[in-house]
């Protein structure tokens, strides 16, 4: 058997511009002694990591993450790649930081300012469980998403996934926000706040991220597709207050009503996102 197809069938993730080199080494070693061999590989190959700018160099990466299809989890030593992720995870974290400042501004912030401010009942920042999620689960699934397939999305995806994003983020907020019976930081007296205007843009451009994923990227990595369906899917269930109204049931706060942990919106939101998932993936990996 070739050195270089023994190294791949052990180390099926590199790439033949890591294998070849390092079977060429061994094959060098083998016209010397097993002590003079094991000398000559180790320099052989500090000269070729010095040469080729360390193991940095994309060379150097798995084959996964050579691919558009990368999926991070996977052993790389780009580290471009974790300062791309950080910087898109700061952009879909700093917004959820910033409507927490703004919603102190407003006497919105905790369960105590908000009675504070004369309102015995509500939905306080800090009790909103999808602001939670969206500077975490959201936030690093978004993350993830970006800087693995951006660079396949032209200007026209963008724009049409911004503009989907924005017409269903605007449905949410006027068409079913205001219409709850509770007053919310992003919610009002029928009226959406300053805080909810900064919600109605983030949820439009993170939808319109989860269109440019699952309709507008080509060859998705399946694994990928799978764990985005289901974190999407979780951060659905944490946003419907599913788990705020299970924790009200048994320790009855009062400042939160206790109601119907499973209630109809509810359940067809959940639904209606699994279905609408359900049907990207299989397009996603046609």
Do not use: C
């Not at 994309?58 to 030593?77: I, Y």
Request: charged letters at 10%; glycine letters at 10%.
């Amino acid at each position: 058997m070739q050195t270089g197809h023994f190294l791949t069938r052990i180390f099926p993730g590199f790439s033949a511009p890591f294998v070849k080199p390092v079977a060429a080494n061994w094959r060098a070693r083998d016209g010397l002694t097993h002590g003079e061999g094991r000398v000559h590989f180790a320099l052989v190959n500090l000269a070729l990591v010095k040469q080729t700018g360390g193991m940095n160099n994309r060379r150097f990466l798995p084959r996964e993450n050579n691919d558009a299809g990368a999926l991070p989890g996977r052993v790389a030593f780009d580290k471009g790649y974790m300062w791309t992720w950080l910087a898109y995870f700061a952009v879909f974290t700093l917004p959820v930081l910033l409507q927490g400042y703004i919603a102190w501004s407003d006497g919105f912030l905790t369960p105590a300012q908000m009675q504070a401010h004369g309102v015995a009942q509500g939905l306080p920042f800090v009790a909103h469980g999808a602001m939670w999620s969206d500077a975490t689960l959201f936030a690093g699934t978004m993350a993830t998403v970006m800087t693995n397939y951006a660079r396949q999305w032209k200007a026209r995806h963008w724009a049409i996934s911004l503009a989907v994003g924005l017409v269903a983020s605007a449905g949410m907020h006027w068409g079913v926000y205001v219409s709850g019976g509770l007053p919310e930081a992003h919610v009002r007296d029928g009226a959406v706040t300053s805080v909810g205007i900064i919600h109605f843009v983030y949820m439009g451009t993170g939808i319109a991220v989860v269109v440019l994923f699952y309709l507008f990227t080509d060859k998705p990595n399946p694994t990928t597709v799978k764990w985005v369906s289901i974190l999407l899917v979780l951060h659905t269930i944490v946003g419907t207050h599913a788990l705020l109204k299970l924790w009200a049931t048994y320790t009855h706060p009062v400042w939160y009503p206790a109601g119907n942990i499973l209630d109809a919106p509810a359940v067809a939101t959940v639904l209606s996102t699994i279905l609408a998932l359900w049907l990207a993936s299989r397009w996603a990996l046609r």
